[in-house]
RNA sequence: GCCCAGGUGGCGGAACUGGUAGACGCGCUGGACUCAAAAUCCAGUUCUGGCAACAGAGUGAGAGUUCGAUUCUCUCCCUGGGCACCA
């Protein structure tokens, strides 16, 4: 009896011997193809728990498969270190951010290590390195230099009791309290930086349609983007005497054709025109609506199914096409951060509208009718596509499918508004009222205004020494020297500014830090300087395969496409887009098939498994318990599964050696034959399964593969020939190795192979010898399962047909009716129709 | 509420472009080995009726297209992800 499986021993001796002849180091080699395979990085939490084993260890599968087969692969990782975590430990501890990063990340390092994954370690980076973050800054000079920087009041939430902002996640419940004092959250507005990534909006828009990414990946960018074309209008004030000169109101519509059903505009209560615009009999209503109004999340204030409520400024405008006076109303449901923060309301046509104008009984008129045979709705009729212009001035009569565009000319012709296009996207508020970020490397000066750092003087390096007070507020205000500065213009005593920049920032260009990590460390840099090393920058870049969590599919995939674009247009390089593929898993859930938490009692702990059981089956189990890009529940039991069949393939391997080759061919020539063109017909079946199904992430699928033909292995063990039961072996151990990367490389030195299997070649299959000599044609009588026959593949139609008429069941079922039609599908199946 | 996914045996899931629903694994049942247990191996396992052969039903619900639908279309229900300061 040979020696068990111990994957302790296993992984531990191949671990070591893998760092110690430098495996998985990394070097750019212009002669060879380069394979960029890219894990989102991790934030240092603590721990490294059931979600990191799923992310990674799939996608490290994925990269060994590359090597494989040949290309030169670079799967780098590193840590997304700043953010919200490691203040509230440090305000909870009285401890620095940094130590309590630095600690954890140490620990996950550790846990990262018994993965086994190929990580090109040599290239670790991590953002809150002041090496790492210089380059940040230096980022945030260049596109503030560009233009696509700036500042501008945005509200923030604000916690009146700790003095401090609040994060979504820090405001709970409906009732929108701090999670810390319980006080009611009010808006703010704070003078905060954002990047112009609205003027990418068209070209992250259109070229979504070149990237090998995943569809609802592509769905949901184009829907966060969300270009509409329509029109902007404008309607004038009608002078009063709190408001003698006519001013105006810009709306947006996407449905100028329906101009002459204005009945009444409405503006968001933050509308800037609103104070000037309410009469003083009306201040009172108005200020108090807009209070309510500001405390309330954009969420509630447009969902659809919530009451509608507003109320009149006392104000009117002009509708421009028919001339007659049209009420001003604020409310909730307009936002000011989308078109111009004003509608003009068509309650014919418009749901909302018509919502809107029944419960305050504004005038509701129809300019558009339904085509002949359709019955109007209740409400509003809303088709883009169907139906008639009426009471439309010039355009009476026009259908709807025209209406839109010739409207839109015409008020343009007629002055009073233009064609636009309009962007659901925001610029992007980079400005964090945080201490444990990067800083933003810009200085106020009272006599020269908004100063950037110089490049020279970047680290603007965060203090060591700052203070925790549990009001949470950032402690970089309160610091003696971070603050106060002089003005790298004049000289004067300036204030250097006190916010950080989100995280996404952080990770929207690593995947070009880990090429050259902490380029130029310790060095001065220049605005001039390129921030990677240039040669390899040039061979790695872009990302030829990302992998991540479905969950960013619109803010950090959306922001790093945008800074590659940017980053480009200040000639940095070439490319446009950082990521050509793309496969985003699921999630993990707990044995009950909920989302693991600790109130949940559900929380799996990867450590214990694989002490248990090794890293091996952990990974083979996260791989095979579904698809990947779908997550699912971690069965504790179910791992039991791989675990066996682990054993059982080294039991198969390990018994072949020790017998001699050919030695089990003691059966009858016949025999021998069909056994081995059978097991050879399967492994490159196999082979061509696992090429496949590795290529697009479908791992259980291609385990499932691994399970059947170990299986059939052991059922004709006693029968094939010694050198194809050798080569049996070895090439199901390689289609193994990228999943299973420690008892693979142990069975093929057993096996007698020498150098490592990972740098083995991928075995390459025969589409001739994957072929089935005889294949099963189904008999369906009306669409039922009514019997079979055996042909060779390719057998012609008339054959076919022939040996369906004169089968069995096709009598039976037939009864004597008469064949009314016979439907054959080559190689698969005929149809009986009677 | 809006956008995007998903829903198949007792459980996780499989089924390439519309063509044998349930591969593979877990669990369960029976058997072999054992003093016994564990481990391992063998057989069975969608549901209903039947000793069986076999018949019928069946992929969240309802409709539709088709010779044929888990797959395509529409409506609805449920679960999950995201909604711009968690990362």
Redesign the pocket.
């Known amino acids: 009896m040979s020696e068990r499986y111990d994957h302790q021993a296993v992984e531990q001796r191949w671990q070591a011997a893998w760092e110690e002849q430098g495996i998985d180091q990394t070097k750019a080699d212009p002669a060879r193809p380069k394979w960029y395979a890219l894990t989102m990085l991790p ?1 240092p939490s603590g721990d490294l728990h059931a979600g990191h084993w799923y992310a990674m260890t799939p996608s490290d599968a994925a990269a060994r498969f590359r090597r494989m087969q040949g290309y030169n692969v670079f799967f780098p990782v590193g840590f ?1 270190a ?4 490691a203040e509230n430990a440090a305000i909870k501890h009285n401890l620095h951010p940094k130590k309590w990063t630095y600690d954890n990340i140490s620990r996950m390092r550790g846990q990262l290590r018994q993965m086994g994954a190929m990580w090109a370690w040599d290239h670790e980076v991590v953002t809150c390195d002041p090496d790492y973050y210089k380059w940040t800054q230096w980022f945030f000079l260049r596109l503030y230099e560009a233009g696509l920087a700036y500042r501008e009041f945005a509200p ?2 604000w916690c009146p009791g700790c003095n401090t ?5 820090q405001v709970v419940g409906l009732d929108r309290l701090c999670e810390r004092c319980d006080s009611p959250v009010v808006k703010k507005e ?1 003078n ?1 930086w954002k990047f112009r990534i609205t003027r990418y909006a068209e070209e992250l828009l259109t070229e979504l349609g070149a990237l090998a990414w995943p ?2 990946v592509k ?2 960018q184009t ?2 983007i969300g270009r509409s074309e329509g029109a902007e209008v404008v309607f004038s004030v009608q002078p009063t005497t709190d408001c003698p000169e006519g001013s105006t109101i810009s709306v947006f519509t996407t449905r100028p054709d329906t101009l002459w059903g204005a009945t009444f505009l409405v503006l968001a209560p933050e509308h800037p025109a609103v104070s000037a615009l309410t009469p003083p009999s009306h201040r009172a209503s108005v200020t108090a609506y807009t209070e309510a109004a500001q405390r309330l999340d ?2 509630t204030r ?4 919530k009451e509608k409520t507003g109320v009149f400024t006392g104000a009117f405008a002009v509708n421009p096409a028919t001339n007659q006076s049209v009420p001003v109303w604020i409310a909730d449901y307009v936002l000011m951060g989308y078109g111009t923060g004003a509608i003009m309301a068509v309650p014919g046509h418009d749901e909302r509208d018509y919502e809107f104008a029944h419960k305050f009984s504004l005038p509701i008129v129809t300019v558009i009718e339904p085509p002949l045979g359709t019955t109007a709705p209740t409400g509003a009729y809303s088709s883009k596509t169907e139906g008639t212009l009426v009471a439309s001035g010039p355009f009476t009569g026009t259908p709807v499918s025209e209406a839109i565009p010739r409207v839109a000319e015409w008020i343009e012709g007629q002055g009073f508004g233009k064609r636009t296009i309009t962007y ?3 610029d992007w ?1 980079i ?4 201490m444990w970020g990067t800083p933003i490397p810009m200085v106020y000066c009272a006599r020269c205004g908004e100063v950037p750092v110089p490049y020279e003087a970047l680290p603007v390096a965060l203090p060591d020494d700052a203070a925790f007070k549990p009001t949470g507020e950032s402690p970089l205000k309160y610091h003696p020297t971070f603050r106060h500065v002089s003005c790298p213009r004049c000289g004067n005593a300036a204030e250097r500014e006190t916010d950080t920049m ?2 996404f920032l952080c ?1 929207s260009w690593y995947q070009y830090g880990y090429i050259s990590p902490y380029w130029k460390k310790g060095e001065v840099i220049h605005r001039d300087d390129t921030p990677w090393d240039p040669a390899a920058f040039s061979y790695w870049a872009p990302v030829d395969q990302y992998t991540g969590g ?6 950090h995939l959306l922001y790093t496409r945008f800074f590659s674009k940017a980053l480009r247009d200040i000639g940095l390089y070439d490319f446009s887009e950082p990521m050509i593929r793309l496969v985003n898993q699921g ?1 993990v859930l707990g044995p009950d ?3 693991m938490s600790k109130s949940r009692g559900n929380v799996v702990n990867p450590d214990d498994y694989v002490r248990d059981y090794g890293a091996d089956t952990v990974r083979g189990y996260l791989m ?4 990947w890009e ?1 997550g ?2 971690w ?1 504790p ?2 791992i ?3 675990s ?2 682990l ?2 393939t080294w039991r198969l391997v390990l018994e072949e050696v020790a017998a001699e080759p050919g030695s089990r061919a003691e059966g009858t020539t016949t025999d021998v034959g069909k056994a081995d063109s059978l097991v050879e017909r399967r492994m490159h079946q196999l082979i061509m399964r696992a090429t496949d199904g590795l290529s697009d992430f ?1 791992f ?2 291609v ?2 593969g691994f ?2 033909f170990a ?1 059939l292995l ?2 004709e063990r006693g029968s094939v020939s010694g050198s194809v039961w050798r080569t049996a072996c070895r090439t199901l151990l390689q289609l193994m190795a990228p999943i299973f990367p420690h008892i693979t490389e142990e069975l093929w030195h057993r096996h007698g192979e020498k150098g490592s299997i990972h740098r083995s070649q991928w075995p390459v299959a025969d589409p001739e010898k994957a072929k089935e000599d005889t294949i ?1 044609i ?1 008999i ?1 009588v ?4 009514r019997g ?1 026959i055996s042909a060779a593949p390719g057998t012609p139609r008339e054959q076919v047909e022939a040996a369906v008429r004169s089968h069995p069941a096709v009598g039976k079922w037939c009864d004597g009716k008469e064949i009314r ?1 016979l ?1 054959v ?1 080559p190689d ?2 005929v ?1 009986v ?1 009677v």
Do not use: C
């Open positions: 934030y997304d700043f953010g919200l975590p923030v939430d902002t609040l994060a979504r996640e704070l905060q569809e609802r769905t949901m829907n966060w954009e969420r447009t969902a659809t199914d659901r996207l925001r508020l400005s964090r009222q945080r989100d995280t990770s479905i969950e960013h599919a619109t803010m999630m098939n909920e989302k095979f318990l579904g698809p779908q699912g529940p069965d039991s179910a039991e599964g791989i066996r069949f054993h059982r479908r259980n699928t385990i499932a399970m059947e299986n052991s059922r099963t189904v369906q009306n669409g039922k399962l079979e039609k439907i599908i698969k199946l149809n129709v």
